[in-house]
């Protein structure tokens, strides 16, 4: 006689199974704070704040998803330090202080690409 569960795996590893695809997770967290939809983490995951609605998650989803494709690309990456910006393959990388800055600023150049391509603002 088989076992049925009573939870799915990604519902299990506190992953969205709805927005997640089958390289990126997207883990539903309530560590981060209010004004932050989410993050995309180098490591080609990312979480999303529990407390959004439907909607937001999937904007947030969306715009952290160019942010991956960003590092997939080569045009962005960060450590504990810096964020290193390189808009075309051929330009010299921009290494920017990640304490000089506000996360998710929509004047920084690596957000203000993916906001003219979304046409979400985060509030």
Known sequence: MGYKMKSSIPKLLGMNGNLSTA????????????????????????????????????????????????????????????????????????VVSRNSIKPGAHNLPWESVIYKKTKTYAT
């Not at 995309?40 to 909607?55: C, F, G, Q, R, S």
């Open 23 to 94: 390289t990126v997770p997207v883990f539903e967290v309530s560590k981060l704070p209010k004004s932050i939809w989410g993050v995309a983490n180098m490591d080609k995951t990312i979480y999303v704040n529990k407390n959004l609605t439907k909607k937001q998650k999937k904007d947030a989803v969306e715009h952290e998803m160019l942010h991956i494709e960003q590092f997939r690309n080569g045009s962005a990456r960060y450590d504990n330090k810096n964020i290193y910006w390189k808009p075309t393959p051929t330009s010299k990388t921009q």
